[in-house]
């Protein structure tokens, strides 16, 4: 078992690299605001609770997230390793989930920071579009669906995330440099951190990260 974070700005490509390499790796996916998103969609109570937050581009409080997400992570599926992407976003929520793993054979094994500039998260998360059915990603630029407002994966119908107008943009990178970010040095400290440059193809990116994971303890499929 290998459990596995992924942090960096919003645009970064966790999502997308989370995808990707959870598909290789035979692991899970573990999408906090994919949760949240889901939520929302279906109407109930979290969703309600996660709502205003999520349009202001600020974080959801930690008890209500750090509930949401260890509750999928004690699901069986989880056993085989996770990649978490989103969670966790504060100290706070770091040291919860250090707290949760504490048990032999459970940790964290590795964080990988997704790096890309200021100016390409921009360009992406504007043309960013994704199904409201099974959260697949696509951009309008450089990985646009085969058939125009309809996921690939599903034929379910694609849109664009409130949060990704400019200005919630700013307010998200905001809140990601002032409460995030300093969750890079808590995982150097641990010596768990990998600094992955996310610019280039989304391939590429894919092997950059594989890389720096370590083969034994890897299952490719
Ligand atoms: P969340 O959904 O986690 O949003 P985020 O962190 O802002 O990150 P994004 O999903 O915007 O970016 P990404 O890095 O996943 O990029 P993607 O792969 O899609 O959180 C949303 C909200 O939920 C928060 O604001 C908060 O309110 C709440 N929330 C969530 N987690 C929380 C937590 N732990 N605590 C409290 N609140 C929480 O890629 C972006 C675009 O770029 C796509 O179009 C993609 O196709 C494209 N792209 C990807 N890679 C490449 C590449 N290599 N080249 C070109 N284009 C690329
Ligand atoms: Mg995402």
Redesign the pocket.
């Given at each position: 078992m290998y459990n596995i974070v992924?942090v960096?700005?919003?645009?970064?490509?966790?999502?997308?690299?989370?995808s990707m390499v959870a598909r290789k790796l035979n692991m899970v996916h573990i999408?906090?605001?994919?949760l949240?998103?889901q939520a929302l969609e279906q109407g109930t109570e979290l969703g309600k609770q996660?709502k205003a937050?999520?349009e202001?581009?600020?974080?959801?409080?930690?008890e209500i997230?750090i509930q949401m997400?260890m509750e999928r992570l004690s699901a069986p599926d989880c056993e085989k390793g996770v990649i978490l992407?989103?969670?966790?976003?504060?100290l706070t929520?770091a040291e919860a989930l250090d707290s949760a793993l504490s048990e032999p054979g459970k940790t964290i094994d590795k964080v990988i920071h997704?790096k890309a500039a200021e100016a390409?998260l921009i360009r992406?998360?504007s043309?960013?579009?994704?199904c409201r059915q099974c959260q697949a990603?696509?951009?309008m630029?450089?990985?646009p669906p085969k058939v125009a407002g309809k996921c690939d994966k599903c034929g379910g119908e694609l849109y664009q995330?409130p949060?990704?107008k400019p200005e919630t943009v700013k307010k998200?990178l905001g809140?990601?440099f002032a409460e995030t970010a300093p969750l890079i040095d808590y995982y150097r400290r641990q010596g768990k951190l990998s600094e992955v440059a996310?610019?280039?193809?989304?391939e590429?990116?894919t092997r950059r990260i594989v890389s720096a994971l370590p083969e034994e303890k890897l299952v490719t499929r």
């Amino acid at each position: 078992m290998y459990n596995i974070v992924f942090v960096g700005a919003p645009g970064a490509g966790k999502g997308t690299q989370a995808s990707m390499v959870a598909r290789k790796l035979n692991m899970v996916h573990i999408s906090s605001g994919d949760l949240f998103r889901q939520a929302l969609e279906q109407g109930t109570e979290l969703g309600k609770q996660a709502k205003a937050c999520m349009e202001r581009g600020v974080l959801v409080p930690d008890e209500i997230t750090i509930q949401m997400v260890m509750e999928r992570l004690s699901a069986p599926d989880c056993e085989k390793g996770v990649i978490l992407d989103g969670f966790p976003r504060n100290l706070t929520q770091a040291e919860a989930l250090d707290s949760a793993l504490s048990e032999p054979g459970k940790t964290i094994d590795k964080v990988i920071h997704i790096k890309a500039a200021e100016a390409e998260l921009i360009r992406r998360l504007s043309a960013r579009w994704l199904c409201r059915q099974c959260q697949a990603v696509y951009n309008m630029v450089n990985s646009p669906p085969k058939v125009a407002g309809k996921c690939d994966k599903c034929g379910g119908e694609l849109y664009q995330r409130p949060d990704d107008k400019p200005e919630t943009v700013k307010k998200r990178l905001g809140v990601y440099f002032a409460e995030t970010a300093p969750l890079i040095d808590y995982y150097r400290r641990q010596g768990k951190l990998s600094e992955v440059a996310g610019e280039g193809s989304m391939e590429e990116v894919t092997r950059r990260i594989v890389s720096a994971l370590p083969e034994e303890k890897l299952v490719t499929r």
